[in-house]
């Protein structure tokens, strides 16, 4: 069998010209500004143009780009080789939202593969109508464009998932192998804020966060380490989920404590994780006297987070929407919920 596996992911910038198109592209999603067109676009390209100089210092960090597509690019070629152990000729994909390479140009060469599945693999592991949900709804668009026939499966959400678990419990374990003993800290699980007017609307991705928490916190397994579920990464004067990770480094300098800060829903290395938490939220921990600052790397290509996407990815080939769980896994009042 020839199986392609499309993974989703946001993109990002590949030069300081790219960073104004690359944000254009990301506030003209419907899903992230839901306004009409004529009044998205217009904006978006406003947003674009006065975030653009801020932006493209933040990537001068890290060269002038963005590191996801490569990091991605790992994890589809590890994907790739941990389901081909099957005996199955798959070759994973990458369709990133709002930069190269996107839906259509991975949807053009899924077709040349001529796969006889193809399975949907959002590299979010909490379900969003602002992430998951938008890329597959683009993807739906560029595979009919691309006159893909073959049957499609996708796989909606993985917010506990063993092998994702498994690897981002490992990651906070390393950062905690050299906590000073004289310290004690409190561990920061970190994840992408949203409008809490999305969340209003019924999209169940703080749920789910909370629930990716609960299940690293288990399987850390550590008495006495204090954990707090926070948001990062706020833009514009909207109200956002919260507690804010920036407030939360600020209270733990106040009561004293070291802090472990651990990023439970990105899964890839990029500005939010390389500026915005190792400098600038490393330069906030020493100004608010946090006494040990330490941050826990992404699951990146661990190998217990790879076999659990190729798990994710078997589990679908049956034809239909899967999930961590036995079919849909959000509580019904969250209405907005990928699964189908």
């Not at 992230?32 to 801020?54: D, E, F, T």
């Not at 959002?122 to 992430?131: E, G, H, I, K």
């Not at 506990?160 to 390393?174: H, L, M, N, S, T």
């Not at 380490?225 to 004067?237: F, I, K, M």
Request: a positive charge.
């Amino acid at each position: 069998m020839k199986l392609a596996v499309v993974l989703f992911n946001l993109g990002g910038p590949d030069s300081p010209e790219a960073v104004e198109p690359f944000l254009r592209n990301l506030f003209s999603d419907p899903a992230i500004i839901s306004l009409p067109a004529i009044v998205r676009l217009p904006l978006a390209r406003l947003i674009a143009r006065r975030r653009a100089p801020v932006a493209r210092k933040i990537y001068e960090h890290l060269g002038g780009k963005s590191p996801i597509f490569e990091e991605t690019r790992r994890q589809a070629d590890a994907l790739a080789a941990a389901l081909s152990k099957d005996g199955v000729q798959a070759k994973a994909f990458v369709a990133m939202r709002c930069w190269h390479p996107f839906s259509d140009g991975a949807a053009r060469a899924v077709a040349t593969f001529k796969p006889d599945k193809i399975v949907l693999l959002p590299l979010y592991p909490q379900y969003s109508t602002t992430t998951s949900a938008s890329s597959l709804k683009d993807w739906a668009r560029a595979a009919k464009k691309a006159g893909l026939r073959a049957p499609a499966s996708s796989v909606c959400c993985y917010p506990w998932e063993k092998g994702f678990v498994d690897a981002a419990a490992a990651r906070i374990r390393d950062a905690l192998a050299g906590a000073r003993q004289d310290v004690s800290y409190r561990l920061l699980l970190s994840a992408h804020g949203l409008p809490k007017r999305t969340i209003a609307k019924g999209d169940p991705y703080q749920w789910q966060v909370e629930q990716s928490a609960a299940a690293i916190v288990k399987a850390l397994d550590t008495p006495g380490l204090e954990a707090v579920v926070c948001y990062q990464s706020r833009v514009g004067p909207l109200q956002w989920i919260g507690p804010a990770t920036d407030a939360e480094i600020t209270r733990a300098g106040r009561d004293g404590k070291g802090v472990i800060v651990a990023p439970i829903a990105f899964v890839s290395e990029h500005s939010e994780t390389l500026v915005e938490l190792d400098i600038e939220y490393r330069k906030l921990a020493g100004e608010a006297g946090v006494p040990d600052y330490r941050r826990a790397g992404t699951v990146g290509t661990h190998a217990a987070f790879i076999d659990g996407l190729a798990g994710l990815v078997r589990k679908a080939l049956d034809g239909k929407t899967v999930s961590c769980g036995e079919g849909r896994i959000c509580p019904t009042e969250h209405k907005r919920c990928g699964y189908n």
